[in-house]
């Protein structure tokens, strides 16, 4: 058994997913997020540090997935989540864990490729990992979808 860890990385909230890999199959573990609801930027980021570590050694993944960056119109925006997502991936320099990192087109063509008929990313991560609930925040599924890239990936699939 394997486990991937995906995440979607933010200033504000910093969601997380936890899919299991089982005879080239994955399930649904669980997922959450970080909410970072302190005022101060680089209280945050060491939130988001700690909290990373924390998780990755409870639930000790195999595999670590991450958004890459878009870069659009608010550059503040943009080193904001930059600055989030180091956070994350430092909380993994002492596990050795392979980290892999995908953009969102990339993650929207996997999904597409796993359920054409259906353009609704949401339903297509609740369908794939037989999830009947939806109430999960946007930033849980994005984790969610990344994980599910990772796996595909990692079956050479994308």
Do not use: W
Request: charge should be positive.
């Amino acid at each position: 058994m394997k486990i991937i860890l995906g995440v979607d990385p933010g200033s504000k909230i910093t969601g997380y997913g936890f899919l299991e890999l089982y005879k080239n199959e994955i399930n649904y573990l669980f997922s959450g997020y970080i909410f970072l609801k302190d005022k101060n930027f680089f209280k945050r980021l060491n939130i988001i540090y700690k909290e990373m570590k924390l998780i990755i050694k409870k639930y000790n993944p195999n595999y670590f997935a991450i958004e890459k960056i878009f870069v659009g119109k608010n550059m503040d925006s943009a080193i904001k989540l930059s600055h989030a997502r180091s956070a994350a991936i430092l909380a993994l320099n002492n596990f050795n864990i392979p980290i892999y990192e995908y953009t969102f087109s990339q993650v929207k063509k996997c999904l597409l490729k796993i359920d054409n008929n259906n353009t609704n990313i949401k339903n297509i991560i609740l369908n794939r990992l037989k999830i009947n609930n939806n109430n999960f925040k946007e930033d849980v599924f994005d984790a969610l979808a990344i994980a599910i890239t990772n796996f595909y990936d990692i079956k050479n699939f994308i």
